[in-house]
C-alpha cells in the first residue's frame, strides 16, 4: 500500500506504516524528525501522485472549539453573534478559520479513494461546512497513559477499534483539574499536536 501522511513533521505514522511494510512517506512545511521517506513542501504538490491511504493533519488553530473565545470581542458577550465585534488582539481570525476550513476541504476531497483527516473537537462551522466526524478516539484506548480527545473523519476505512483500553481517573498528561500539563512555551504546539505512538500502530496495524 502507498502512504501519504500530510502535515507531519514526527514521522511517526509514517514509521509505524513502514514498519508493517508499506510505502510510506510523511510531507511538511517542516523537515521530519525522524529519517525516513518525507517532502518538505507544499502538500498538494505530492498529493496526487497514486497514492492508497491519506492520513492528514491539517493545523487545529483556528478550527478547534478549544479557541472559541478568540473569536470575539470579550465586552460584546450579552450581544447575539451576529452583532458581536472580533477580538480586538485576533481582527483576521475569521479570515485565517476561512482559509483553515477550505485547506481541510481539499484535503478531504483530494480524490484519494481512503482517507482518515484527524483534528480536536471542531467548532460548529467545521461540521457545517465539511460535515461530521465519523468517531472520537483516545490514546487510552491503546494502553496510552495519556487523555486526548481526537476527532476522525474516515472515507472508505473502518473505525479504529481499542486495543488496550487504560480507564484512570487522571491521566499522565493531565493537571489534577484535567487540562494539559503542557505549559506555555514557543514549542506547545508541536508537543500538543504530536501523535501517540499506540494510536499510530493502530492504524497502521488496522488500515493497513
Known amino acids: 500500500m502507498r502512504v501519504l501522511v500530510a502535515c507531519e513533521f514526527s514521522g ?6 513502514r514498519r508493517k511494510g508499506h510505502y510510506a512517506v510523511s510531507c511538511d512545511l517542516l523537515p521530519s524528525e525522524l529519517p525516513g521517506r518525507h517532502y518538505q ?3 498538494f504538490e505530492v498529493i496526487g501522485k497514486g497514492w492508497d491511504l491519506l492520513i492528514a493533519h491539517p493545523p487545529c488553530t483556528y478550527l478547534t472549539i478549544s479557541l472559541a473565545w478568540c473569536y470575539y470581542n470579550p465586552e460584546d458577550k450579552h450581544l447575539p453573534v451576529e452583532q458581536k ?3 480586538p488582539k ?3 481570525r475569521r479570515q485565517r478559520q476561512a482559509d483553515s476550513i477550505q485547506f481541510f476541504n481539499k484535503l478531504w476531497n483530494c480524490g484519494i479513494d481512503k482517507i482518515c483527516v484527524e483534528n480536536p ?5 467545521l461540521k457545517e461546512t465539511v460535515g461530521s466526524y465519523s468517531q472520537i478516539i483516545q490514546p487510552w484506548w491503546f494502553g496510552e497513559d495519556a487523555s486526548k480527545q481526537t476527532c476522525l473523519w474516515l472515507k472508505d476505512l473502518p473505525l479504529l477499534v481499542a486495543t488496550n483500553i487504560l480507564k484512570k481517573k487522571q491521566y499522565a498528561n493531565q493537571t489534577p483539574s484535567g487540562q494539559n500539563k503542557v505549559g ?3 514549542d506547545r504546539w508541536k508537543l500538543r499536536s504530536l501523535t501517540y505512538l499506540a494510536v499510530a500502530e493502530a492504524m497502521a496495524e488496522q488500515w493497513g
Not at 12 to 17: L, S
Not at 121 to 125: D, E
Open 12 to 17: 511517526r505514522v509514517r514509521e509505524a506504516f
Open 41 to 43: 513542501r507544499d502538500i
Open 85 to 87: 465585534r472580533p477580538h
Open 90 to 92: 485576533f481582527p483576521d
Open 121 to 125: 473537537i471542531p467548532l460548529k462551522i
Open 184 to 186: 506555555p512555551s514557543v
